[in-house]
């Protein structure tokens, strides 16, 4: 008997990394959003971002894209061109809708607890949406998607590593109950990413 043959690998069309473009990082804006109502903390750049723009006058957007510049050279040598622009233009819509999100939506009332599980549930899904679409948004994004592809290590438990590490970093600046619900907020988006985003699982290529 012949070995069975791998499934073909799938090339994504245009109009569908458009769409994963638009929803991912409206979906990750959205979840920073809610952390940012609740004084919580998310993982990686981002993470880094909200947790500067706590203890100074910069808003999240401006802070998140100062903070990924750095990252493009090792996207550019490491991923190629095309996934660094790609890259670029996602870090600068999460910055972007990130700023108008204010504009559109409003809370009278998060409890701190659904706003870390739903926060989460949205970056993660932002990721992965941005991940299978060779999209990251950068800084640690594009780290753990080189180290995934090139080494087989999983994003999702690099980043939750990464991750800790900034929250600890956090406990300076963040109440206790905070930052222990940031704690769990970063386990939800990168077992989402853990889970779902497997080298060979997704065979869809840009």
Known sequence: MSAAQPPATERHRLYEDALALLMGTLFVALGTAIYGKTMLLTGGVAGAALLLSYVTPFGFGALFFLVNLPFYALAWKRMGWQFTLRTFIAVGMVAGFSRMTDSWIGFSHLDPVYATV??????????????????????????????????????????????????????????????????????????????NHKPGRYLGVS
């Open 118 to 195: 739903m926060g989460g549930a949205l970056c993660g899904s932002g990721l992965l949406m941005l991940f299978r679409h060779r999209t990251g948004l950068g800084g640690l994004n594009i780290l753990a998607i080189y180290l995934q592809e090139r080494f087989g290590v999983r994003a999702g438990y690099f980043q939750l590593a990464v991750d800790l590490v900034i929250v600890a970093a956090a406990f300076f600046v963040l109440e206790t109950d905070r930052l222990l619900l940031s704690v769990l907020g970063a386990a939800i988006v990168n077992m989402l990413l853990a889970i």
